[in-house]
């Protein structure tokens, strides 16, 4: 139900599921083999992987840090987005490629889910396309030592929240791994 014109297809959006990124995340293990298998689903459904890798002042682009976990395998032809912004959109390429593509519903998975996740969800609904989180696909790491709650509690809050968003001619749902549509 988009709100953009001649975007009907869907696409699975894998968010900085980098090596220093989730080193240390909740659920490490889960997360990268539910992601996996989504990956899996997708390409044999013809469903769109679109990659994106942040970078920053703790994360240098081209540094084993930087690289997406081994337990995962961009294809050569799926495309690549670089950022230096929570929001996936803000200063890349994501939305030109999702055009290229006809894409206007993102299934979104990675990490940070109280960064990047949120950021690039939210960023996405206000762009007008329909977001599916997928709830046990994303994951972050510790920061109750900043007064953040528990990680785990962060996941339940964003799986919580989301699936009440709303907005004229958008959806946003939330789904596990198992059952999230993915065309």
């Not at 889960?30 to 970078?55: F, K």
């Not at 999702?98 to 609904?125: K, M, N, P, Y």
């Not at 972050?140 to 996941?155: F, H, N, R, S």
């Amino acid at each position: 139900m988009t709100t953009l014109a001649d975007r009907d297809k869907t696409a699975l959006l894998v968010v900085d599921v980098q090596n220093l990124v989730v080193e240390n995340a909740f659920r490490r293990e889960e997360v990268i083999a539910a992601i996996r298998a989504l990956i899996v689903r997708a390409r044999s459904l013809g469903t769109p992987v679109v990659w994106v890798q942040h970078s920053g002042p703790d994360l240098t682009e081209g540094t084993p840090d930087w690289e997406i976990v081994p337990e995962l395998q961009p294809g050569a032809e799926e495309p690549h987005v670089r950022k230096r912004h929570g929001d996936s959109f803000e200063g890349t390429n994501l939305e030109d490629i999702l055009a290229q593509l006809h894409v206007g519903r993102l299934v979104v998975v990675g990490a940070e889910t109280d960064a990047c996740i949120r950021s690039t969800a939210h960023g996405a609904f206000t762009r007008g396309y329909d977001v599916a989180l997928v709830s046990d696909a994303h994951t972050a790491g510790d920061k109750t030592q900043w007064g953040a709650p528990p990680v785990e509690q962060v996941i339940a809050h964003t799986n919580l929240y989301w699936q009440f968003q709303t907005a004229p001619g958008r959806t946003a749902e939330v789904a596990e791994a198992s059952a999230v549509r993915l065309d």
